[in-house]
């Protein structure tokens, strides 16, 4: 059994490190010898043979970790995505599972499948991002190998300590888990994506347990748009209930978006209200985003709208009550009326 | 046509409106003398579940469970208000379940109460895990649907529309399944006075962790829970241009 023989291994290894007494030299071999018996599975995404940029977050998280770092892919015709992840920097294998049945990313397969390939590789950690196919995927890998899962980390403190968001990101957790595997969702905005170039890992075919799915995939309907993707963005220009109506945000936000090269968000509001699309929501329950500038009008700043944007590097807002609490967040606040703001601001910006 | 056994499992938590702050000890968030109600997502859970006996399907029974101190009480008499018809309240005090724990109990409920349909929200608004109910669905490996913006059942085909990164997807599997809510599935109903009399007499049943069986402990340490690094706002502007220039300084355009 090797399994557990390393696992042993790794938290006697993990206990020697804890002790305070032990000479810096001897910590840092010790480190180094977690380190070579720490093994990562990223769980990598795909959507119709591309690779999904964003799932590299995972690799780069991994990479925190230390140890090997192992990607998987699964889908149709997956060889080419597989070829494609092997180039990205710091993964040593690339594991693929060549089933249509795959594609859509259906749990109730593509768990089954996961947890093969994570008992086959003897992995201590799984990671993937917390994305809509990971939110759903992770957490019946977890149960089904009887781990609890640790959801959309920030940071990375040791093999087994962790840090996330709780209550809206209120509240920061450091968490310790001495759960083996580890299965780990991770927020993508706080661990960049490394280089897509550079790597050479192997490539190798992971087992097909081909599990029955019982769920079919019916059809999808995805917002087209060649705008940067809201949660990887450099730029986000956000609009809320201030804009009072879907013309309105569609008159306003756009080209101050397109000016600024900028992907475009949305409040809860502005979406219930039908201003704004779903899949642009910005907050707890709608997508986390933390880019370079963040450019709100229109907002308040809910707790719940703050949790999906306060780590971007600046936020400015234009609102015209001083006293919103999005001004207490924003960098740069200009109170006043939006509709003549937002016009101003977009022309002078492309007068640039 | 089956009929519907449904079970929707709900969470007390302190009300989303408020800012929770961490205690000085460091070690949770203060919950004592703070506002708590259902978990958001669990109202849009009960409501689902009332709507489908409204729209004439062939609801047998609505189940509403929750675990936790006393309190929950509170929370699953709001839940047969809105239109539950019974309660299980699992009682406990000392720890706050961990969501493999909560899914491990629900597996003996589902089981236990004969459920085929469990309708819980996607996340819960304090440890914002969004696991339990795909734990559960991969415990009883059933089909699952996360996410939901729209359910509909004819016989036992359930066809539900996600939220997905990008859009929408639509799913279709049979009963029994594991559905998650999303705030768009519903807009959930206050409780009329004359039902939250009523909601006084249904049945509340107590139990205990232990009457299930299982090993539901914690296992994830918590080590600190702290503030998040304060931003400091407040720079304010005069007009466009201040704007403009403020911006360029902090390298932002």
Same mark, same amino acid.
Request: overall charge neutral; some cysteine; proline content about 5%.
């Given at each position: 059994?090797?399994?557990?023989?390393?696992?042993?291994?790794?938290?006697?290894?993990?206990?020697?490190?804890?002790?305070?007494?032990?000479?810096? $030299?001897?910590?840092?071999?010790? %480190?180094?010898?977690?380190?070579?018996?720490?093994?990562?599975? %990223?769980?990598?995404?795909?959507?119709?043979?591309?690779?999904?940029?964003?799932?590299? %977050?995972?690799?780069?998280? %991994?990479?925190?970790?230390?140890?090997? =770092?192992?990607?998987?892919?699964?889908?149709?015709?997956?060889?080419?995505?597989?070829?494609?992840?092997?180039? =990205?920097?710091?993964?040593?294998?690339? !594991?693929?599972?060549? &089933?249509?049945?795959?594609?859509?990313?259906?749990?109730? &397969?593509?768990?089954?499948?996961?947890?093969?390939? !994570?008992?086959?590789? &003897?992995? +201590?950690?799984?990671?993937?991002?917390?994305?809509?196919?990971?939110?759903?995927?992770?957490?019946?890998?977890?149960?089904?190998?009887?781990?609890?899962? !640790?959801?959309?980390? +920030?940071?990375?403190?040791?093999?087994?300590?962790?840090?996330?968001?709780?209550?809206?990101? &209120?509240?920061?957790?450091?968490?310790?888990?001495?759960?083996?595997?580890?299965?780990?969702?991770?927020?993508?905005?706080?661990?960049?994506?490394?280089?897509?170039?550079?790597?050479?890992?192997?490539?190798?075919?992971? =087992?097909?347990?081909?599990?029955?799915?019982?769920?079919?995939?019916?059809?999808?309907?995805?917002?087209?748009?060649?705008?940067?993707?809201?949660? +990887? $963005?450099?730029?986000?220009?956000?609009?809320?209930?201030?804009?009072?109506?879907?013309?309105?945000?569609?008159?306003?936000?756009?080209?101050?978006?397109?000016?600024?090269?900028?992907?475009?968000?949305?409040?809860?509001?502005?979406?219930?209200?039908?201003?704004?699309?779903?899949?642009?929501?910005?907050?707890? +329950?709608?997508?986390?985003?933390?880019?370079?500038?963040?450019?709100? $009008?229109?907002?308040?700043?809910?707790?719940?709208?703050?949790?999906?944007?306060?780590?971007?590097?600046?936020?400015?807002?234009?609102?015209?009550?001083?006293?919103?609490?999005?001004?207490?967040?924003?960098?740069?606040?200009?109170?006043?009326?939006?509709?003549?703001?937002?016009?101003?601001?977009?022309?002078?910006?492309?007068?640039? | 046509?089956?009929?519907?056994?449904?079970?929707?499992?709900?969470?007390?938590?302190?009300?989303?409106?408020?800012?929770?702050?961490?205690?000085?000890?460091?070690?949770?968030?203060?919950?004592?003398?703070?506002?708590?109600?259902?978990?958001?997502?669990?109202?849009?859970?009960?409501?689902?579940?009332?709507?489908?006996?409204?729209?004439?399907?062939?609801?047998?029974?609505?189940?509403?469970?929750?675990?936790?101190?006393?309190?929950?009480?509170?929370?699953?008499?709001?839940?047969?208000?809105?239109?539950?018809?019974?309660?299980?309240?699992?009682?406990?005090?000392?720890?706050?379940?961990?969501?493999?724990?909560?899914?491990?109990?629900?597996?003996?409920?589902?089981?236990?109460?004969?459920?085929?349909?469990?309708?819980?929200?996607?996340?819960?608004?304090?440890?914002?895990?969004?696991?339990?109910?795909?734990?559960?669905?991969?415990?009883?490996?059933?089909?699952?649907?996360?996410?939901?913006?729209?359910?509909?059942?004819?016989?036992?085909?359930?066809?539900?529309?996600?939220?997905?990164?990008?859009?929408?997807?639509?799913?279709?599997?049979?009963?029994?399944?594991?559905?998650?809510?999303?705030?768009?599935?519903?807009?959930?109903?206050?409780?009329?006075?004359?039902?939250?009399?009523?909601?006084?007499? *249904?049945?509340?049943?107590?139990?205990?962790?232990?009457?299930?069986?299982?090993?539901?402990? *914690?296992?994830?340490?918590?080590?600190?829970?702290?503030?998040?690094?304060?931003?400091?706002?407040?720079?304010?502007?005069?007009?466009?241009?201040?704007?403009?220039?403020?911006?360029?300084?902090?390298?932002?355009?």
């Amino acid at each position: 059994m090797v399994a557990p023989l390393r696992n042993g291994l790794l938290r006697q290894a993990t206990t020697c490190l804890r002790q305070q007494s032990a000479p810096p $030299a001897s910590s840092l071999f010790r %480190a180094a010898a977690i380190h070579r018996l720490l093994s990562t599975l %990223a769980v990598l995404e795909q959507r119709d043979g591309k690779l999904n940029m964003s799932s590299l %977050a995972s690799i780069s998280a %991994a990479k925190k970790l230390g140890g090997s =770092v192992h990607g998987l892919v699964a889908g149709s015709n997956i060889k080419s995505v597989a070829d494609e992840a092997a180039k =990205v920097e710091g993964l040593e294998k690339v !594991i693929f599972v060549d &089933n249509a049945a795959y594609d859509k990313g259906l749990p109730e &397969n593509y768990a089954p499948m996961l947890v093969e390939n !994570i008992k086959k590789g &003897n992995y +201590t950690h799984v990671l993937a991002g917390h994305s809509a196919f990971g939110k759903n995927l992770m957490p019946r890998v977890a149960a089904m190998l009887d781990v609890q899962q !640790i959801s959309d980390i +920030t940071a990375i403190e040791g093999e087994d300590t962790f840090v996330r968001p709780i209550y809206a990101g &209120n509240a920061i957790l450091t968490v310790q888990s001495e759960d083996t595997p580890k299965i780990i969702t991770v927020r993508g905005t706080a661990f960049p994506a490394g280089a897509a170039e550079g790597g050479s890992a192997t490539v190798e075919e992971g =087992v097909d347990p081909k599990a029955e799915c019982p769920t079919e995939w019916v059809s999808e309907d995805l917002a087209k748009s060649d705008r940067p993707d809201l949660a +990887t $963005a450099e730029k986000v220009v956000s609009g809320g209930r201030g804009l009072k109506s879907k013309e309105e945000f569609e008159r306003l936000i756009p080209p101050l978006a397109d000016a600024l090269g900028a992907a475009i968000g949305a409040s809860r509001a502005a979406v219930d209200s039908g201003f704004a699309d779903n899949s642009l929501q910005v907050g707890q +329950t709608g997508k986390n985003v933390a880019p370079k500038l963040y450019l709100c $009008a229109g907002i308040s700043g809910a707790i719940q709208h703050l949790a999906g944007m306060k780590d971007s590097k600046v936020i400015a807002c234009i609102n015209k009550d001083p006293d919103a609490p999005i001004f207490q967040v924003a960098d740069v606040g200009l109170v006043g009326d939006l509709f003549e703001k937002v016009p101003e601001l977009t022309q002078k910006l492309k007068g640039q | 046509m089956t009929s519907l056994r449904i079970l929707v499992p709900v969470k007390r938590v302190i009300d989303y409106a408020v800012k929770p702050r961490v205690n000085k000890a460091q070690t949770a968030v203060e919950t004592q003398g703070v506002k708590h109600s259902m978990n958001p997502f669990d109202e849009l859970s009960i409501e689902e579940a009332v709507r489908l006996r409204e729209r004439k399907k062939p609801v047998e029974d609505i189940l509403a469970v929750s675990v936790g101190p006393a309190k929950s009480q509170d929370i699953l008499r709001t839940a047969m208000a809105m239109g539950a018809d019974r309660g299980i309240h699992i009682v406990e005090e000392k720890i706050e379940l961990e969501p493999l724990g909560v899914a491990k109990l629900l597996k003996k409920v589902v089981e236990d109460e004969k459920r085929n349909l469990v309708i819980l929200g996607k996340q819960s608004i304090d440890d914002d895990a969004n696991q339990t109910g795909q734990m559960l669905a991969g415990l009883l490996n059933w089909p699952q649907a996360t996410q939901a913006s729209k359910v509909e059942i004819e016989g036992d085909t359930c066809t539900v529309t996600r939220e997905v990164d990008g859009g929408v997807e639509t799913l279709r599997a049979k009963l029994p399944m594991v559905i998650t809510t999303d705030l768009r599935l519903n807009e959930p109903r206050y409780a009329s006075l004359p039902n939250i009399m009523k909601a006084k007499k *249904k049945p509340l049943e107590k139990k205990t962790i232990a009457d299930y069986g299982i090993e539901a402990g *914690k296992r994830l340490k918590t080590l600190k829970v702290t503030e998040p690094p304060p931003r400091k706002g407040g720079g304010k502007v005069d007009d466009v241009d201040g704007m403009i220039s403020k911006l360029k300084e902090l390298g932002a355009i």
